[in-house]
DNA sequence: CAAATATACATAAATTTCTTATGCATAAGT
DNA sequence: ACTTATGCATAAGAAATTTATGTATATTTG
């Protein structure tokens, strides 16, 4: 897998939401989700996944159930009641970042 | 300095896109103009922004000019040619980023 | 006028987050 | 048979940041 920019910080934030929406979801469907949904434009890589789904789980975030189909193996994580409330934080927080950079980025200011 | 949340990677563009706006700036000098600008919501560490000004120096996008105003220093940094022309891609690369988290967060996909 | 805040640069250690490189295993397509 | 897809995982290294300092001058404030 090549590039994809994800910009640091943003990927939990992602698996949280795409949680939030589809219920629950298994590490490799939500590479698949996320390459989907962008156009291939944003590729979630697997080393970077599978040890942010660890860290959701260990903070209390998301709640794990084993599975097994056509005889392999899937983890479904879906979001505890303190993920669902950090969930909106993080939502919030990601969209002021976007307003921010939006505000940087179309500079309505240089006319001023 | 407490919170500020800029989503590593972003940095380094938002200097680029400064100084292609203003011309030239000093280091204090983005700090003030981003808190301004986006209300206090990001706010530019020094820890940060002098290594990532070092660097795109190095790199040859900034060109450095030293300044002694009130007997204080003030190095003043302005886009090379080389600099201008990275600036465009690094502005449609955020740009771009930017488009897919944003459909990511509005998911008109659920509709489908 | 002493102390605090603002201006202005800088670097180093530690942390966070990600990429790249592997590894294992089963299923499906060619 | 071989490659690709599905599905998990971890470890080493790189990159970008935070936090903590450090230095120095100017301005504001009690």
Redesign the pocket.
């Known amino acids: ?12 934030t992602i698996i949280l939401k795409l949680l939030d929406e589809e219920g629950k979801m ?7 989700k996320v390459k989907q949904l962008t156009k291939g434009e944003l ?13 959701l789980e260990a903070e209390g975030l998301l709640d794990v159930e084993v599975a097994k ?8 994580y879906k979001l505890t009641e303190q993920g669902e409330k950090e969930t909106v934080n993080r939502l919030a927080e990601l969209e002021e970042f976007i307003r921010s950079m939006e505000t940087l980025l179309n500079p309505k200011w240089k006319l001023l």
């Open positions: 897998m090549a590039n994809s920019k994800l910009y640091k910080g943003s990927l939990s298994y590490g490799y469907e939500i590479t698949q590729k979630i890589t697997e080393g970077a996944l599978y040890p942010a789904l660890h860290k189909v056509d005889n392999r193996l899937r983890k479904y």
